[in-house]
């Protein structure tokens, strides 16, 4: 099972950079990583996915050393409205996505 | 566009009935997923549909869980004999091939009592 490792939970003030680490020691080669954000009541969304380096996009910046062991997700200032709960995992094949517990992010005024 | 849709929003039952929940998905995604996700729990992945086929069904917690998917389109999760354990909510998600993203329904909350 293509499982991940991350904080159960961070707490950060508004404006304030924010970086969730996502430990994954049994990811494949052809293995992309992928987050994914879940306000309450509500499914999770697509946030971010990428294999090696970095990627950036509107909303984050997902960093990948070397190794693949372990990313980074990265939220720019955050806002309120950035409180959610963050997963990380790797979606190997077609079926065998796995989601933890995710990381509940509360941005604190 | 339209996003995948879910009925009913929320479903309240009494012990020993059966319930069936419904997913419509995105046009044209090929592939489609239930959840379930407890209280402050992370998603349950339950069972994978590719077309009308599932080949996994592995995440169906007993044989009162079933589902099945017509014309490659809507899905139907039916939970026979229901019980209070049952209680949480079941997400559903599409997307159109094997390596794209999924995009996730609001999800049915399920209320044995």
């Known amino acids: 099972l293509a499982k991940t490792t991350q904080p159960i939970s961070m707490d950060s003030y508004e404006g304030q950079e924010v970086n969730i680490t996502c430990s994954h020691n049994n990811i494949a080669t052809n293995d992309y990583i992928t987050w994914y954000q879940q306000f309450p009541s509500q499914g999770p969304r697509f946030i971010i996915q990428g294999y090696k380096t970095k990627v950036t996009n509107e909303v984050a910046s997902l960093f990948i050393p070397a190794d693949r062991k372990s990313s980074t997700l990265s939220l720019p200032r955050v806002s309120l409205s950035d409180t959610a709960v963050y997963y990380c995992l790797f979606p190997r094949g077609a079926n065998n996505l796995f989601f933890g517990t995710g990381t509940r992010l509360t941005v604190i005024p | 566009g339209a996003g995948v849709s879910q009925s009913p929003s929320n479903k309240v039952t009494e012990k020993g009935k059966d319930v069936e929940l419904r997913c419509d998905p995105i046009s044209g995604h090929t592939a489609l997923y239930w959840y379930r996700q407890s209280l402050g729990q992370g998603l349950e992945f339950l069972i994978y549909?590719?077309?009308?086929?599932?080949?996994?069904k592995s995440g169906l917690p007993s044989d009162r869980f079933s589902a099945e998917r017509t014309g490659g389109s809507v899905s139907t999760l039916t939970i026979q004999r229901t019980q209070q354990e049952d209680s949480a909510v079941y997400l559903c998600?599409?997307?159109?091939?094997?390596?794209?993203?999924?995009?996730f329904g609001p999800g049915t909350r399920l209320t044995v009592t």
């Open positions: 549909f590719q077309g009308n086929s599932a080949p996994d």
């Open positions: 998600a599409s997307k159109t091939d094997v390596w794209g993203e999924q995009y």
